[in-house]
């Protein structure tokens, strides 16, 4: 498989913090990678700056197009399908709209987007809900949503915060589902989230992160031999024996909700209609 994304010893700092340090990543097209690790391990920071949303402190990331050319991630967002773990809905318009008004920033016109959008809502039992309002949609259907709209503009890489926090366990089933066609059919996912089981039943390659640091990166069988254990959860604990650091409160939650509106919305200079969070 050939190389989508790569890291470069990537570190970001917050002041005298240092919340992702000196990570170096290889991502190649197909892979469904599970990137794991506890509350202040640094995967939510990798996630940002792995979709250009922020710039390493140093070290680069860059996408690799299809053609051969390379670029850094944040002059290719376009490339990127983004779920945050706030969804940052508008909720004075239905679902739909909020897909469709993500869908026409990327000029992807409306007999395509509803096509695609149509096909993925059915693999998440949500056709049905496309247009209601998002004005007192549950987390789960919120979660829906947004998946639904990072995925409209055929993104070449689906980057996933905690994509199943708040679905009841069919619904979560339906996006392990959904993530799994995707790869089926050559798409690139990166799936953060600090369950293992999860990760073990979705991805092909889990990275454990831990204090801003890498510590194992393979498959599951592979981080269970590296460690001598006999399940993932017994190599994670292997692996992230020491002291986990506190955890690090970046920005404020506004600021973050801002920025991750304008990298869903890159091309908007509409007066904002409110959000859902």
């Not at 240092?18 to 920071?45: E, W, Y």
């Not at 987007?113 to 919120?142: I, N, V």
Request: charged share 25%.
């Amino acid at each position: 498989m050939s190389t989508l994304l790569t890291s470069q010893g990537v570190t970001k700092e917050f002041g005298d913090v240092v919340a992702v340090d000196g990570v170096s990543l290889n991502l190649s097209r197909g892979d469904i990678v599970g990137l794991v690790g506890g509350n202040g391990a640094g995967k939510t920071t990798m996630l940002r700056l792995l979709c250009g949303l922020y710039r390493p402190s140093n070290g680069s990331i860059t996408f690799h197009s299809a053609d051969g050319s390379k670029k850094p991630i944040h002059e290719l967002r376009q490339r990127l399908g983004v779920v945050p773990e706030s969804t940052g809905l508008y909720h004075r318009l239905t679902a739909w709209e909020n897909i469709r008004y993500h869908s026409r920033l990327h000029g992807i016109d409306d007999d395509t987007a509803w096509t695609r959008t149509l096909r993925f809502a059915k693999s998440l039992d949500f056709a049905e809900d496309l247009h209601r309002h998002t004005r007192g949609f549950s987390r789960g259907m919120r979660q829906k949503t947004a998946l639904l709209r990072a995925l409209v503009h055929g993104p070449e890489i689906l980057l996933l915060d905690e994509p199943t926090g708040g679905l009841d366990v069919t619904s979560a089933r339906m996006v392990r589902e959904l993530v799994s066609k995707l790869r089926d059919e050559g798409g690139t996912v990166i799936y953060s989230t600090h369950h293992l089981a999860e990760a073990q039943m979705v991805c092909d390659r889990i990275i454990i992160m831990h204090n801003g640091q890498i510590r194992s990166d393979g498959t599951p069988s592979e981080l269970m031999h590296e460690t001598g254990t006999d399940s993932l959860e017994n190599a994670y604990v292997s692996l992230t024996s020491d002291i986990a650091r506190a955890v690090i409160k970046e920005e404020s939650e506004t600021r973050i909700s801002k920025m991750w509106r304008s990298l869903l919305t890159p091309s908007s200079k509409n007066k904002e209609v409110g959000e859902d969070e």
